[in-house]
């Protein structure tokens, strides 16, 4: 195992974990982004030492790095480029309809919340 | 058998391609997408008869061998959860060409390919054997529900899709760390392989594996805590959607769990899980009946009947298993018709809102049966197949003497009911409160939606009619998923 590749992975994960908890999905994206390489890495170095190219004829089988977690790398990093895309077409549809880009509370919940809070609104009315 | 198993996965995609580009021919594009989609549960359910009587068949896509390629296990847990599930999503886009002339329908030059999309993920998702594959289908089916749930791009739809979506991006970000532990412990991702492999690693890894995994599948089931985006963003989508989110989309996480922790011997999480399993039937049943309109109780009913469902796979005994696959076979229509029945209410009243709505069953006989029957199958009142279903989990609990959460699932069964009848009295029953009265709803595509809606409460009541049937093959499911050998060997040939 390389220690600045866990150490990398440790960064980024941290890093992008802070910015998705942010409340604006500009940030949200460069999380995601961030998370995103984190995996990557991760998933690189679950193919444990680095090696030659895994291509027949270039080097020894025993030589190459392992080829199988750079397959479900380049899988993981197309799906992860997608969903930015997607995330940031939803960043500018929520700024046209609101003027920014922050995630929103849910308003149906908050307003049964005030209804149990408060119990002098005149909801009873309903039960007649 | 190859075929059928190809069929399954390849033909919803081919439909959503033909769909799109006949986006023009409204007619073209419906005959592209119900061919599709009819395709494939019909290939389905002939599956279910193949591996019932010749047992499990694997596909190795490409010739690969297990430790390299994608495998397709068909065995008898999915062939029997895959029919329910791709009948129901005919069904409902049955009942969304009915509802089309309406002002609640989806778009549908997007909708109908997305669902075929969504559709092919779920029939990856069920038949495929390994982990990362699992990983692209839950990604094909979260990308087309992403795009399903804000395709008509209103207010609340975009607010509610920003959590979700950032909600299962996270999760899926896990899933892919998960998948990265998961290969540098056993230098695979393969489940049979795996399940070889996992039991023999230290407790430590083996459980944290199987602590991330239940946290990754967790948060697609929308288990306590993990379900705070749920009733959030599925009320706001098109009806036809909400119906088939409710009705499948939860169900693959805990199909998920359901085939891992059992293959991986995942035992000693067990008293952890039944925990979470009582708070998840318990809280979802409490948020139900705070609500004040019929899509949102039903979606807080989703986590709560997930909690039933759970609570089945964390006894890890056979009839536990077996009561938990016959719970997602009784659920995922249940739950899909009484989400159409509330696309019905939305015609008829004009709103779903509790408050703006009242005496409807003098109005609309029919509907107002077409609820109760699911209704009452989903507080599992006899004889419909909720009771069957309820049954055999609450029984496997006794059995193994797990008290407090056979407590929780009799408690949480009575507040369904309750909430139930506070869906029944307010809508069905009693004066409009609030609001202006409806105008005559609109006729056009009725009775589209009512045969779609009455085809598919038939299909809830075959299910409690054939329950004997069912429950025998679902313990048949849960003896090779509680003894994985049967799977192993199955692979490696």
């Given at each position: 195992m390389n220690t600045a590749l866990l150490l990398a992975i440790g960064g980024l994960t941290a890093v992008g974990l802070y910015l998705l908890t942010s409340r604006s999905l500009s940030r949200i994206v460069l999380g995601y982004s961030l998370l995103g390489h984190a995996t990557v890495v991760a998933l690189i170095t679950a193919g444990g030492r680095a090696g030659w190219?895994?291509?027949?004829?270039?080097?020894?089988p025993e030589d190459m790095s392992n080829p199988l977690p750079q397959a479900l790398t380049l899988t993981a990093i197309v799906i992860s480029f997608g969903l930015t895309l997607f995330l940031l077409a939803l960043a500018r549809r929520q700024r046209t309809l609101s003027g920014d880009d922050l995630v929103e509370d849910d308003l149906e919940d908050r307003r049964i919340a005030a209804v149990e809070s408060a119990p002098t609104e005149p909801e009873d009315s309903v039960a007649t | 058998m190859t075929g059928l198993i190809s069929l399954a996965i390849i033909a919803p995609l081919v439909a959503a391609a033909c769909s799109l580009a006949l986006r023009s021919h409204p007619l073209g594009r419906d005959i592209a997408v119900l061919a599709g989609l009819g395709s494939a549960a019909l290939a389905s359910h002939i599956m279910l008869v193949t591996v019932a009587r010749d047992g499990t068949h694997t596909v190795a896509v490409g010739g690969w061998a297990p430790e390299l390629g994608i495998i397709l296990v068909a065995d008898l847990f999915a062939a029997l959860i895959l029919p329910v599930a791709l009948t129901i999503i005919f069904v409902v886009e049955i009942f969304a060409i009915g509802q089309?002339?309406?002002?609640?329908?989806?778009n549908p030059e997007l909708s109908g390919p997305l669902l075929c999309v969504l559709t092919s993920g779920v029939s990856l998702a069920f038949l495929t054997g390994d982990l990362f594959t699992l990983f692209v289908a839950f990604e094909l089916i979260l990308v087309s529900s992403y795009v399903l749930l804000t395709?008509?791009?209103?207010r609340s739809q975009v607010r509610a899709g920003m959590t979700y979506v950032v909600m299962n991006l996270l999760a899926s970000t896990l899933f892919l760390f998960g998948v990265a532990f998961v290969y540098t412990a056993?230098?695979?991702?393969?489940m049979a392989l795996l399940a070889e492999r996992i039991p023999q690693l230290d407790d430590g890894v083996r459980l944290g594996i199987g602590a991330w995994f239940l946290v990754v599948f967790g948060t697609k089931a929308a288990v306590f805590p993990l379900f705070s985006w749920l009733p959030d963003s599925y009320p706001t989508a098109p009806t036809t959607i909400t119906a088939v989110f409710a009705g499948l989309l939860t169900k693959v996480g805990i199909y998920s769990m359901i085939r891992f922790h059992n293959l991986m011997g995942m035992e000693d999480l067990g008293p952890i899980m039944l925990l979470v399993a009582a708070l998840t039937m318990v809280v979802g049943v409490l948020g139900a009946l705070a609500q004040s309109d019929v899509k949102r109780i039903l979606s807080f009913h989703v986590i709560s009947q997930i909690g039933y469902m759970f609570m089945g796979l964390s006894l890890f005994t056979v009839a536990g298993t077996a009561g938990a696959i016959l719970f997602l076979i009784h659920h995922m229509p249940v739950k899909a018709v009484l989400f159409l029945v509330g696309g019905l209410i939305e015609n008829h009243?004009?709103?779903?809102s509790l408050d703006r709505s009242g005496g409807l069953a003098g109005r609309e006989p029919l509907v107002a049966v077409m609820f109760a029957i699911p209704a009452l199958s989903l507080a599992g009142?006899?004889?419909?197949?909720g009771f069957v279903a309820k049954l055999a989990v609450v029984s496997a609990a006794i059995d193994r003497g797990a008290t407090v959460v056979v407590v929780a699932a009799l408690v949480a069964g009575g507040l369904t009911l309750l909430s139930m009848a506070k869906i029944w009295n307010e809508v069905f029953w009693g004066r409009r409160t609030d609001g202006p009265r409806p105008g005559?709803?609109?006729?056009?595509?009725r009775r589209t939606m009512h045969a779609a809606t009455a085809l598919a409460v038939a299909g809830t009541l075959m299910v409690a009619l054939f329950a004997g049937t069912l429950l025998d093959l679902s313990t048949e499911a849960a003896e090779t998923l509680r003894s994985p050998a049967s799977y192993i060997a199955a692979v490696r040939s």
């Amino acid at each position: 195992m390389n220690t600045a590749l866990l150490l990398a992975i440790g960064g980024l994960t941290a890093v992008g974990l802070y910015l998705l908890t942010s409340r604006s999905l500009s940030r949200i994206v460069l999380g995601y982004s961030l998370l995103g390489h984190a995996t990557v890495v991760a998933l690189i170095t679950a193919g444990g030492r680095a090696g030659w190219p895994p291509i027949a004829g270039r080097a020894a089988p025993e030589d190459m790095s392992n080829p199988l977690p750079q397959a479900l790398t380049l899988t993981a990093i197309v799906i992860s480029f997608g969903l930015t895309l997607f995330l940031l077409a939803l960043a500018r549809r929520q700024r046209t309809l609101s003027g920014d880009d922050l995630v929103e509370d849910d308003l149906e919940d908050r307003r049964i919340a005030a209804v149990e809070s408060a119990p002098t609104e005149p909801e009873d009315s309903v039960a007649t | 058998m190859t075929g059928l198993i190809s069929l399954a996965i390849i033909a919803p995609l081919v439909a959503a391609a033909c769909s799109l580009a006949l986006r023009s021919h409204p007619l073209g594009r419906d005959i592209a997408v119900l061919a599709g989609l009819g395709s494939a549960a019909l290939a389905s359910h002939i599956m279910l008869v193949t591996v019932a009587r010749d047992g499990t068949h694997t596909v190795a896509v490409g010739g690969w061998a297990p430790e390299l390629g994608i495998i397709l296990v068909a065995d008898l847990f999915a062939a029997l959860i895959l029919p329910v599930a791709l009948t129901i999503i005919f069904v409902v886009e049955i009942f969304a060409i009915g509802q089309r002339r309406t002002v609640w329908a989806a778009n549908p030059e997007l909708s109908g390919p997305l669902l075929c999309v969504l559709t092919s993920g779920v029939s990856l998702a069920f038949l495929t054997g390994d982990l990362f594959t699992l990983f692209v289908a839950f990604e094909l089916i979260l990308v087309s529900s992403y795009v399903l749930l804000t395709h008509q791009g209103n207010r609340s739809q975009v607010r509610a899709g920003m959590t979700y979506v950032v909600m299962n991006l996270l999760a899926s970000t896990l899933f892919l760390f998960g998948v990265a532990f998961v290969y540098t412990a056993t230098g695979t991702v393969n489940m049979a392989l795996l399940a070889e492999r996992i039991p023999q690693l230290d407790d430590g890894v083996r459980l944290g594996i199987g602590a991330w995994f239940l946290v990754v599948f967790g948060t697609k089931a929308a288990v306590f805590p993990l379900f705070s985006w749920l009733p959030d963003s599925y009320p706001t989508a098109p009806t036809t959607i909400t119906a088939v989110f409710a009705g499948l989309l939860t169900k693959v996480g805990i199909y998920s769990m359901i085939r891992f922790h059992n293959l991986m011997g995942m035992e000693d999480l067990g008293p952890i899980m039944l925990l979470v399993a009582a708070l998840t039937m318990v809280v979802g049943v409490l948020g139900a009946l705070a609500q004040s309109d019929v899509k949102r109780i039903l979606s807080f009913h989703v986590i709560s009947q997930i909690g039933y469902m759970f609570m089945g796979l964390s006894l890890f005994t056979v009839a536990g298993t077996a009561g938990a696959i016959l719970f997602l076979i009784h659920h995922m229509p249940v739950k899909a018709v009484l989400f159409l029945v509330g696309g019905l209410i939305e015609n008829h009243e004009g709103s779903s809102s509790l408050d703006r709505s009242g005496g409807l069953a003098g109005r609309e006989p029919l509907v107002a049966v077409m609820f109760a029957i699911p209704a009452l199958s989903l507080a599992g009142i006899p004889p419909f197949s909720g009771f069957v279903a309820k049954l055999a989990v609450v029984s496997a609990a006794i059995d193994r003497g797990a008290t407090v959460v056979v407590v929780a699932a009799l408690v949480a069964g009575g507040l369904t009911l309750l909430s139930m009848a506070k869906i029944w009295n307010e809508v069905f029953w009693g004066r409009r409160t609030d609001g202006p009265r409806p105008g005559p709803a609109p006729r056009r595509g009725r009775r589209t939606m009512h045969a779609a809606t009455a085809l598919a409460v038939a299909g809830t009541l075959m299910v409690a009619l054939f329950a004997g049937t069912l429950l025998d093959l679902s313990t048949e499911a849960a003896e090779t998923l509680r003894s994985p050998a049967s799977y192993i060997a199955a692979v490696r040939s």
